[in-house]
């Protein structure tokens, strides 16, 4: 961590930064510890929630727009977490909490069913080799899980600059029996939510000639 990310952490982690038990990782999360919603961000509103919001460029404007809502963001890089801090109190956005914890285990043991109006999922990491795409987050099972933490009617909203990674989430959300594609392009795939700012990292994307694939499913 840059020592100016660091200075960041240690003094304003405890306003936005979940302080949770684990089980066998720094990643992971102890089952039987729901959270109380409404304790955790001092009021009652509805909750978007975020996986993998990198070091929170986009989660950060997306969140400003959106005072109204509750957003709850995960994340594994720590680094990636201290700088959303740094962004976070610089932009004086008081409605995210963040939870550095893999998305299955946040959703598994924090959430309840039936608990989410909206979740994004913007640029999962692609594991662009062949024998690593087993490990790629978007899959029946984790399907099956975010499904089951949406509200009837919620928005589920993903993009991604991989093609084959596109193609994959495709194949399995339109076959989830309880999801319903609701792209507005006519093709299938989504148009750009107007919503999700460019980042640096997408636009590295965009100049290495990598089309992005945006997605949109709502829970049936």
Same mark, same amino acid.
């Given at each position: 961590?840059?020592?100016?990310?660091?200075?960041?952490? +240690?003094?304003?982690?405890?306003?936005?930064?979940?302080?949770?038990?684990?089980?066998?990782?720094?990643?992971?999360?102890?089952?039987?510890?729901?959270?109380?919603?409404?304790?955790?961000?001092?009021?009652?509103?509805?909750?978007?929630?975020?996986?993998?919001?990198?070091?929170?460029?986009?989660?950060?404007?997306?969140?400003?727009?959106?005072?109204?809502?509750?957003?709850?963001?995960?994340?594994?890089?720590?680094?990636?977490?201290?700088?959303?801090?740094?962004?976070?109190?610089? +932009?004086?956005?008081?409605?995210?909490?963040?939870?550095?914890?893999?998305?299955?285990?946040?959703?598994?043991?924090?959430?309840?069913?039936?608990?989410?109006?909206?979740?994004?999922?913007?640029?999962?990491?692609?594991?662009?080799?062949?024998?690593?795409?087993?490990?790629?987050?978007?899959?029946?099972?984790?399907?099956?899980?975010?499904?089951?933490?949406?509200?009837?009617?919620?928005?589920?909203?993903?993009?991604?600059?991989?093609?084959?990674?596109?193609?994959?989430?495709?194949?399995?959300?339109?076959?989830?029996?309880?999801?319903?594609?609701?792209?507005?392009?006519?093709?299938?795939?989504?148009?750009?939510?107007?919503?999700?700012?460019?980042?640096?990292? +997408?636009?590295?994307?965009?100049?290495?000639?990598?089309?992005?694939?945006?997605?949109?499913?709502?829970?049936?």
């Amino acid at each position: 961590m840059r020592s100016q990310h660091l200075r960041a952490w +240690e003094r304003l982690r405890h306003a936005y930064v979940l302080d949770l038990p684990r089980r066998d990782s720094s990643t992971s999360i102890a089952p039987g510890h729901p959270l109380d919603l409404t304790t955790t961000f001092g009021r009652a509103a509805p909750l978007v929630v975020e996986i993998g919001f990198g070091t929170g460029e986009s989660l950060v404007a997306m969140a400003a727009a959106r005072p109204d809502q509750n957003v709850l963001a995960f994340e594994v890089y720590l680094p990636g977490i201290a700088r959303t801090v740094g962004r976070l109190h610089d +932009e004086s956005v008081t409605n995210v909490r963040l939870v550095q914890a893999d998305a299955v285990d946040g959703l598994s043991h924090l959430l309840g069913p039936d608990s989410v109006d909206e979740l994004w999922t913007f640029f999962p990491d692609p594991w662009p080799k062949a024998r690593h795409h087993k490990r790629r987050l978007v899959n029946r099972p984790f399907a099956d899980l975010a499904v089951s933490r949406l509200r009837p009617g919620a928005s589920w909203r993903l993009a991604t600059d991989w093609p084959d990674y596109a193609e994959q989430m495709r194949a399995v959300l339109d076959a989830h029996p309880s999801l319903t594609n609701a792209a507005d392009a006519g093709d299938g795939w989504a148009k750009r939510f107007a919503a999700r700012p460019r980042t640096r990292f +997408e636009q590295r994307g965009i100049e290495a000639g990598r089309t992005v694939r945006d997605l949109h499913y709502l829970r049936r």
